[in-house]
Structure formats: C-alpha cells, structure tokens
C-alpha cells in the first residue's frame, strides 16, 4: 500500500521560506508523477507544482519563480521550497503521486503566511 507522508508545514511571515516534504512509502518514488497541491478555507484544492518521472516539471502561474519542486528518487521524496510566501499562500499542501488511472494522497501540512 503506497502512503505518503508530508511535513515541513509551519509559520511564516510573508517573504519568509518554508521547506514541504513528501516522503512515500510503499512503492518506487520513480514510478510515478508527483505533484504538490494545496486547499485553502472556502476554496477548491488546487495544483501548485509538478513532477514527471522524467523530471518534466510545471508550476502554477501564482508560484512560478517563488517556489521549486524537486524529487530524490534515493530517499524516496518529493520537496517543495516556498521562497517569498504571501499571506495568498496559505493553505493545506498535499502531495500526491499519479500513474494512469491511479492516484494517492498524503494527509496534508498546514502553511500559514501572515502579513
């Protein structure tokens, strides 16, 4: 059974960074595509950044240039840096790993950004 575990989540004040990580368990990290994305209060989850295994990468156009995703296959983890948070920021991040029709899902870290 693949479980995904994040942590990472804090904290911040705006312009300040945080770290997310994604470690998986269960399964080859390599396998699959990962993704980090994020709900926050009364809004709809959406994507933040992703992953291929080939190392294809895009970012939602409210991130580009502030935040990086990256994955070591070797540890079995994805990570998400946050650089220049905005109060806009804050949410529930998840991670998630896809593979055609599947897909799963971490538990999720609380980001706070505060003006």
């Known amino acids: 059974q693949v479980q995904l575990v994040e942590s990472g989540g804090g904290w911040v004040q705006a312009g300040g960074s945080l770290r997310l990580s994604c470690v998986v368990s269960g399964s080859i990290l390599s396998f699959y595509t990962a993704g980090w994305h994020r709900q926050a209060p009364g809004k709809q989850r959406e994507s933040v950044a992703s992953?291929?295994?080939?190392?294809?990468?895009n970012y939602a156009d409210s991130v580009k240039d502030r935040f990086t995703i990256s994955r070591d296959n070797g540890r079995n983890t994805v990570y998400l840096q946050m650089n220049s948070l905005k109060p806009e920021d804050t949410g529930v991040y998840y991670c998630?790993?896809?593979?055609?029709?599947?897909?799963?899902w971490g538990q999720g870290t609380q980001v706070t950004v505060s003006s």
């Open positions: 992953i291929t295994g080939g190392g294809s990468i």
């Open positions: 998630n790993l896809e593979r055609g029709r599947f897909t799963s």
